[in-house]
């Protein structure tokens, strides 16, 4: 075919897990599958890096908690094994610079703002109960749930600044961007999605049960593998040219030389794989329908950056400290021990999200890095200011992820464009982990998102099942 | 190990706690339920009504069918009761096990953290 490079039944765009599981489904149902990805590696928003000291760190997603059964599955299917993160010994709580031990999930040196934390979660997840995780926007009360923040519905909900305090730390760990960002609708169906709020929060029964022994970013590279030459690296999309008979997607390809030239593959189908904001990025001919642009533009990617200072041993283990920390102010609002299973090396992560991710911009690495060590310094003692390293990643200046950990939507878009999420807009389907009916947001997500997609994309092929095969 | 009315008499001071408690008024309301607390390691089993944001007083065995079976060991549900643990830390390393629906063991998760907290 005149200026096409290659053909195929399928396109997938975007190798995280979300697209590989997809593609993984799709060619078990016996169609040509080509996958498109934009960065040289897959995984997308999970990103394991050996560091120049030689320590495994998950510069992206990196737990796995219990009902996230698809992860589990692949992990056990490519024989990755799972451990605890490390919990044992104190948390500490920095508030109004002071600094308070405590174990369990809510900090208890103001018993009665913690009792008021732990009241407002209460109403929150008894709330979520009702929103439906995958459609949200079918709430009888959509309309008036939608049209407040989570930061508006907590300042009436919670009776202290601490509960307000918490609730806020919480929402940047999890989200990425602080409560009066966030749609009180959207958290609630995401919140449902995972169990609850304050599942979403807990390390031991929650979403940061277990970390992958080597990094989470080893099943999505298997899944690769599997795959084999259907996986396409360095060729970000950049056109769909769309129609009843299918698409024409054009990438930007890098070859051998590393010289880019345009790469376009006529497929009947084009599964995107992606954040809404990032294939906003995207030329679509003829351009999309105005609430799926509308989505891709209403649905910001939270900011965040993960560091990770490593040591020669996880010294605060002696002094009966967890690692965890939960802070009112500063960089970090959030860190944890994550060192190896082993422990040879001690290994602390935090999360600088929200506003001062993006106002540590200014700062640059070496400011970042100067504050983040200080404030862990404060909190575990002087050896903390001298790490063996120091990492950071930077999502939000990941042109093909955009931010992270997930989209953020405000009041108003899902009851507008959600029902858009998932519908497929001619030969277009659409995945990725803001698509997920449960656990959006996370790889169990993105990965049941990839199996909905194949579904659908089999189906509307007549092609066979698109049951889970062989690799 | 705590026999039964070590159990009761720790109760005794948690329900005085709880039912004079304004946040874990307002977090009961409308739930009313029966509650029964098994003791893994005496056997005893004990069984609590909720009803009308009061927690009436402990009964000694298996009374009605229960909403919500909470396990632990005897020395723990004194150690609860008279305030001396943290139960949400017990809870979430599984030796306090509560079975029901999730929407009520959310709630006692909460409430039990709440009385403990508010002491």
Redesign the interface.
């Known amino acids: 075919m005149t200026g096409v490079e290659q053909t195929a039944d399928v396109v997938v765009a975007g190798a995280g897990y979300a697209g590989l599981r997809a593609a993984r489904d799709l060619a078990a149902a016996g169609l040509d599958v080509v996958v498109l990805e934009a960065r040289d590696r897959v995984g997308g928003r999970v990103f394991t890096e050996v560091t120049g000291s030689g320590a495994v760190v998950d510069q992206g997603g990196q737990w796995i908690g219990p009902t996230q059964d698809r992860l589990q599955a692949l992990a056990d299917e490519c024989g990755v094994t799972r451990f605890p993160t490390w919990v044992e010994g104190s948390n500490l709580e920095v508030r109004s610079g002071g600094l308070h031990p405590f174990?369990?999930?809510?900090p208890?040196s103001d018993?009665?703002g913690?009792?008021?934390t732990?009241?407002t979660?209460?109403d929150l997840?008894?709330l979520a109960?009702e929103v439906s995780p995958s459609s949200p926007w079918d709430h009888p009360d959509a309309g008036f749930l939608d049209s407040i923040t989570l930061a508006e519905w907590v300042a009436t909900a919670a009776d202290t600044d601490v509960a307000r305090s918490l609730v806020a730390t919480a929402t940047l760990a999890v989200f990425g961007c602080g409560p009066d960002e966030l749609s009180l609708l959207y958290v609630l169906g995401y919140a449902h999605g995972g169990?609850?709020m304050?599942s979403l929060i807990?390390t031991?029964?929650g979403a940061q049960e277990r970390r992958f022994t080597g990094g989470a970013q080893q099943m999505a590279v298997w899944l690769a593998e599997g795959l084999g030459d259907r996986v396409v690296l360095d060729a970000p999309v950049v056109g769909v040219a769309h129609g009843p008979s299918g698409v024409t997607v054009t990438a930007d390809r890098a070859g051998a030389d590393g010289v880019r030239a345009p790469w376009r593959v006529d497929a009947r189908r084009l599964v995107v794989a992606m954040p809404p904001a990032v294939h906003g990025r995207i030329a679509f001919d003829p351009p999309l329908p105005g609430a799926r642009d509308q989505l891709a533009q209403r649905a910001p990617m939270g900011s965040v950056t993960k560091v990770h200072a490593v040591y020669d041993r996880p010294f605060w283990r002696d002094a009966g400290l967890s690692g965890q920390i939960v802070a009112d102010t500063g960089l970090l609002r959030a860190t944890f021990d994550d060192s190896p299973e082993d422990g040879s090396h001690g290994v602390l992560m935090g999360f600088i999200a929200g506003p001062a991710d993006r106002l540590s911009e200014s700062a640059g690495p070496d400011g970042r890095r100067g504050a983040c060590l200080e404030e862990l310094a404060r909190a575990f003692g002087p050896e903390a200011a001298g790490p063996v390293e120091f990492t950071e990643q930077r999502w939000s200046a990941e042109p093909f992820t955009r931010g992270g950990p997930v989209a953020c939507l405000g009041p108003g878009v899902l009851t507008g464009c959600g029902p858009s999420l998932r519908r497929p807009v001619g030969p277009i389907h659409w995945a990725g982990t803001e698509t997920a009916s449960a656990w959006s947001g996370y790889i169990e997500g993105a990965l049941e998102s990839g199996e909905r997609v194949a579904t659908e994309v089999a189906a509307a092929l007549g092609a066979g099942a698109a049951a889970p095969g062989g690799r | 190990m705590a026999t039964a009315d070590e159990i009761a008499e720790a109760y005794a001071d948690w329900q005085v706690r709880c039912n004079g408690n304004a946040r874990l008024a307002r977090m009961l309301r409308g739930w009313d339920r029966t509650v029964h607390l098994m003791a893994t390691d005496t056997g005893d089993g004990f069984t609590i009504a909720v009803s009308g944001s009061v927690l009436a007083d402990l009964r000694h065995g298996l009374v009605d069918r229960p909403d919500l079976v909470v396990s632990a060991t005897s020395e723990d549900f004194a150690d609860l009761f008279w305030g001396d643990l943290n139960p949400s830390e017990k809870y979430v390393s599984g030796e306090i096990v509560l079975a029901g629906s999730s929407e009520d063991v959310m709630r006692l998760d909460a409430m039990s953290m709440v009385a403990f907290l508010d002491q």
């Open positions: 174990t369990g999930l809510v208890t018993p009665d913690s009792a008021d732990v009241a979660l209460l997840d008894l109960q169990g609850s304050s807990r031991s029964g």
